[in-house]
């Protein structure tokens, strides 16, 4: 024990008390110089912000009956930070799940992958902090299960959420016409800036067609915030502030349950009838329209699909199905994006067209039963005759040559084969008057233009397609010819001309375009607001669906109004003519079979039928009608493709359409009380309950307050 | 009459009373003070780090802090007979001290141990509470190591070459013990102990610098040939940069980091840190007990606890150079080494500026054998204290 050994305790004294010196100046740097930038770093640490969803709006019908509504779903869920912090990642827990849920373990693990380079679909984009669906159209036993044995499922948790529901109100599809959500993609969000999303798969949905797509950002809502403090497990430990969502506006239409549900049975009964007759009938469509306001009361296509199989996330099979030529693309909605000949519908444009262009009005024309145009036999249909008689009686019977004959003349004067400067076309230009050849900018979308084969026209598509036609006019239809060698030869004829001279507008393109025939192409909805500009007095109306935006706290948010789009360059005179005529079509004319018996002293249906031949296929029918014929308020059109005659078709289906509107059969209430639309919107109680309209029906699921006091 | 009286009464009990009443005088109540503030300090740093996951989960969020009262408890009396003891009787029971820590760390490595957090380091004793044998090896280690290193000698200013060959070899054996648990802090505390109490027995310049030189080649060694587990290089490289991978190793050194600068100058207040609350530090009332203090009690209350810390050590540096003889300084210089470097690596990788072992605080930190082990080594200054060399 010597001085060595105490210089060496000197030695440790020096070396503890510099140390313990290091660590005060560590402690000093640490919590004084740059305490103000950990206390941040600590206050981000403990807090994350939870998305809360915004409940969609409903679409109502217009008294406020819904189209689209709410429905709780159970959705299972799994929580990826608990899950991974499990021993084994928590593959024994979702292989349990899998099981549970009868799904392949593959799809329910890859489910829950963070999205990331090299990671294949599905996988999860959003934050690893918010519990990842699995499945959300979970059956409530399974959930069940999963609640009971949360022991078996830590980190998995099954909840109700907001799934979107279609109640078929009166029989009320309406599939296209709604349109449908879909998961929101990364482009949709860069396109739309504002956007809000969860981060939720299956609640992070835009609407893709339909009125969904239209309104999406009425109806979608805001979704909140909520600021929770979280542990450094990432369980919620408190919440440090909430910013609530915000529900979805609803989406008021003037699309009313009773009368959508009316024309859907109609067109499904008039489908079914012309099937008994032999025909395909593989489509229909239906326009009922306000003359008046241009507001759309029912549009419907056939065939149609259930929209709740978007719900939940539809499967490649069934959207495949929906596109599918075999199943007759059910997603299309014949309505406004199917292109038809109009046949002889069209004549409400060529007969005021023949009028501006010299004919007279009041005149007494030759119906013979076929007509030359060019070195062509242009006949009626059917080949009746029907001696010489006004234009009154050309439209009630339909007669096709006085229209070939005006349109030939028209043609002729207009240089025939080799047309003057600015030839007149006063065909064309009173069809481009009625809105024909392009959309009417209705609220919805994928709306198509139909088509007006114009000079300009022809000569487009003679550019387009003569290199095929000269091959075909040279081998003709070697395929064809095995089974049908004289459709073949017919083609290869065809094409042999088209190919050398396809642009030339001919005669027969003018007299067939007269009688809505050839290349001329409408939509339902054309056809619909031409009538209803007819039965209006020469209102060319945009029109629309949707009515009002109704915000959650029951305030009007925004109103919809159709546009008008134009007037009718047609004098009063020669619209209250053809109002006349078309007003004994039913009576007397084309479609006195169809509503033979029909109350006309009740509702005077005016109308007109088309049979538009289509080549290779069996004919299109056409009714296009309004009513009351003296005083229109409303237009109703139906279509059936593949399926005989206007008369025998489409007629029938209109007639029932009108009967269930005005209550016209026996034991058939009229949809519309009084033959009225509500002018008034359905107002939301401040329990969320939809009010309708004074005299338009009782609230939805409200019981009488008289029962209420009662009980008190 | 009544002085008298008094006399009386007085010299009846007077010779035990007195004895101990000297006794009690002479001990060294600045050390005692610093310890007892540090366990004051300690008890509600480890309420306060704990209460709040317990009320979580149902639990008596008073559960821990009693059990570590209790701990204190039990420790002050194993120190208190520790102090008691004549320490120079403890170089005839040093050999069995050094056995009886030896078959411990040799127990643990049996079935009979149990594994938490990645160590096989205790013994299970039934009704919640478990042995540390490694803690009470600290204590075997120092006491052997006095005993072979502080022989007295004639002439000779330091131990041979012998003796200190001998000393190595039986360091090695519970350092080697130690490491196949694996607990890295433990066997880290032996080597500086070897190393610091090689150092005082005046051992020549040459084996302490040589020691010092192979210590870290040993490291070095082991860095290069992946001899320690992932989870200890992970936290090894951790220390480097912890901002790199936030959730995975170097989580904890940063979260403790956050925690400890987001204090600031005066702190949240006890019981206000959120960090705290929140459990964002692992193992905070045990080795990361020092965050809740630079959270809570900001600069000042984790210098109070750097400083009082420095005073134990002060003081037991003081009972070293006044020792009576060789043992006793060598006994109280292989305390102040063990807990020296404690208190260094468990507060310098807090603060990140040591790569995170698994070391307690001394007298702060929750833990039975650790509170127990710290208490004995009190009990050793103080009996060293207690029989120092009157004319120093």
Known sequence: MGSRSHLRLMVLHVLVMSLLLSLGGRLWYLQVMNGAHYRRVAADNGIRDIVVPAPRGQILDDVGRPLVRNRTALVVSADRTTLVRQKDGGKAVLRRLAAVLGMPYDQVAAKIQLCGPGIKRPCWTGSPYQPIPVDDHADPQKALQIRERQEDFPGISAQLQAVRDYPRTDGAGAAQTLGYLQPITQEELNKRKGIKVT??????????????????????????????????????????????????????????????????????????????????????????????TGRVMALASYPTYDPSVWTGGISQNEYDSLLSKGKGQPLISRATEGQFAPGSTFKISSLPAAVKDGYSLYGIYPCPSSYMVGARAFSNFEGESGGDINLHRALVMSCDTIFYRFAYEEWQRDGAMHPVKNPKDPMMKMAKAYGFGSPTGIDLVGEAGGRIPSRAWKTAYWNATK??????????????????????????????????????????????????QGDVLVTPLQLARAYAAVANGGTLWSPRIAKAVLAPNGTVARRIDPVKAGTLPIDPKILAYMRSALADVPKSGTAAGAFSGFPFDKLAVAGKTGTAEVFGKKDTSWFASYAPAKNPHYVVVAMVTQAGTGATTAAPAVREIWEGMYGLRNGVTAALPGGNVPDKLPTLAPDGTVVPPQGFGEPVGKAPAVAGRRRR | MISGYGDTFGRRRSWPGRLAESSLRRLDWTLIGAVGVLSIIGSLLVFSATRASLAEAGADPESFIKKHLLNLAIGLLLGGVTAALDYRLLRAYAPIVYAAACIGLVVVLTPLGATINGSHSWIPLGGGFQLQPSEFAKVGM?????????????????????????????????????????????????????????????????????????????????WWLHLLKPYQINRFTAFADPSKDPRGAGYNAQQARITVGSGGLLGKGLFHGEQTTGHFVPEQHTDFIFTVAGEELGFVGAALITVLLGVVLWRGLRIATQAADLFGMLVAGGVVCWLAFQTFENIGMTVGIMPITGLPLPFVSYGGSATFANMIALGLLEAVHLRRNPYE
Not at chain 1, 481 to 490: I, L, Q, S, V
Not at chain 2, 209 to 217: E, I, P, R, Y
Request: glycine fraction near 12%.
């Open chain 1, 199 to 292: 981060g939720y798969s299956g609640v992070d949905l835009i609407g893709r067609d339909g009125l969904e797509a239209v309104y999406d950002s009425d109806l979608r809502g805001s979704p909140g915030i909520r600021r929770v403090l979280v542990d450094s497990q990432g369980r919620v430990t408190g919440i440090a502030s909430e910013q609530p969502a915000v529900s979805g506006g609803n989406l008021v239409t003037s699309i009313d349950a009773r009368i959508q549900g009316d024309v859907e049975t109609a067109l499904s009964h008039a489908m079914q009838a012309a099937r008994q007759r032999g025909t395909p009938a593989d489509s229909a469509a239906s326009v009922v329209m306000d003359v008046r």
């Open chain 1, 467 to 516: 290199e095929s036609d000269c091959r075909h006019g040279k081998t003709g239809y070697p395929n064809l010819e095995k089974t049908d060698p004289a459709r073949a030869a017919y083609l290869k004829t065809m094409a042999a001309e088209n190919c050398v001279d396809g642009y030339v507008f001919r005669a027969g393109d003018a007299a067939n375009f007269a009688v809505g």
């Open chain 2, 142 to 222: 120092v006491v052997l190591l006095a005993m072979l290193l502080g022989e007295p000698r004639d002439g000779e200013v330091g131990p041979g070459r012998r003796d200190i060959l001998i000393a190595l070899a039986l360091a090695a054996l519970p350092a080697a013990l130690v490491m196949l648990q694996p607990d890295l802090g433990t066997t880290l505390v032996f080597g500086m102990v070897t190393i610091g109490m090689l150092g005082v027995s005046g051992a020549p310049k040459r084996w302490v610098f040589g020691l010092v030189g192979a210590a870290a080649s040993a490291a070095l060694a082991v």
